[in-house]
């Protein structure tokens, strides 16, 4: 009886031991999977919070989990900092995100408006030729340009594949240079017709990326904290917000 009870005691503590070895950023994956095969995991790492996982999904959405991995949150996370009142710690998250996501873009991917003179700051517009706000945004790109800020723009068809203004965007990045691109792209913005043209692009491909930075409508500006500011405003205020003189 003794020895069978050390037994017991034995494999009892093996297991305890095995089961606190476990990584729990892989036993969160695994029950994830097990629930839907198809649910695309980019990270799991640790937050400030004990026994509770940040889960960063290929979408672009953000999950929160116990490390036993059978309790999820969506929703975003808030932090009470002494000097900055609420923080959205999800936000910060995603704008790392954007950030890692359009430094992956190649420069020549994207149709560039650069500052005159010393570059203060960079900032990404999605942007759809036949919206409107888009157009008016357009009007103010040489104001940003003599206040330092370089715009680069990223399409964003709103109506996706298979529409004129989708096939007017490929036959702007279509252009053979990148003054070329611009200069369509300016034509475009004034309300003129270009001719259309078709070769290997990215404008599905950035469509797809807005789409998982959170984009919903254009313009959408993408800052350099990978903050997004949605719709139009003009230069000065633009310039005001990015604390530029």
């Not at 969160?28 to 995991?41: C, T």
């Not at 702007?172 to 003054?179: F, H, K, P, Y």
Request: proline share 5%; with cysteine.
């Amino acid at each position: 009886m003794k020895i069978s009870t050390l037994w017991v005691s034995l494999i009892a503590a093996l297991l305890i031991s095995t089961q606190a070895m476990a990584d729990p950023r892989d036993t969160i994956r695994e029950q994830l999977l097990k629930a839907d095969a198809r649910i695309p995991v980019k990270s799991v790492q640790s937050t400030d919070m004990p026994s509770v996982y940040e889960v960063a999904l290929e979408s672009g959405e953000i999950l929160y989990a116990h490390e036993s991995g059978e309790y999820f949150i969506v929703g975003h996370l808030f932090r009470i900092d002494d000097q900055q009142g609420i923080v959205n710690v999800t936000e910060q998250t995603q704008n790392e995100m954007r950030t890692e996501a359009l430094a992956a873009v190649p420069a020549e991917q994207k149709i560039t408006y650069p500052a005159k003179g010393e570059r203060k700051t960079t900032i990404h517009v999605y942007t759809d030729v036949d919206c409107p706000y888009c157009r008016q945004l357009h009007d103010e790109v040489a104001a940003l340009n003599e206040m330092g800020v370089e715009v680069s723009y990223l399409a964003f068809p709103r109506g996706g594949p298979n529409t004129a203004t989708y096939k007017t965007m490929v036959s702007i990045w279509c252009g053979e240079t990148a003054d070329e691109r611009v200069k369509l792209m300016d034509r475009v913005k004034s309300g003129a017709k270009v001719s259309e043209k078709s070769c290997e692009n990215p404008v599905f491909d950035q469509l797809v990326l807005g789409q998982k930075m959170g984009v919903s409508g254009t313009p959408a500006m993408v800052l350099e904290d990978g903050s997004i500011i949605p719709g139009y405003m003009p230069a000065a205020r633009i310039a005001q917000m990015l604390g530029i003189n």
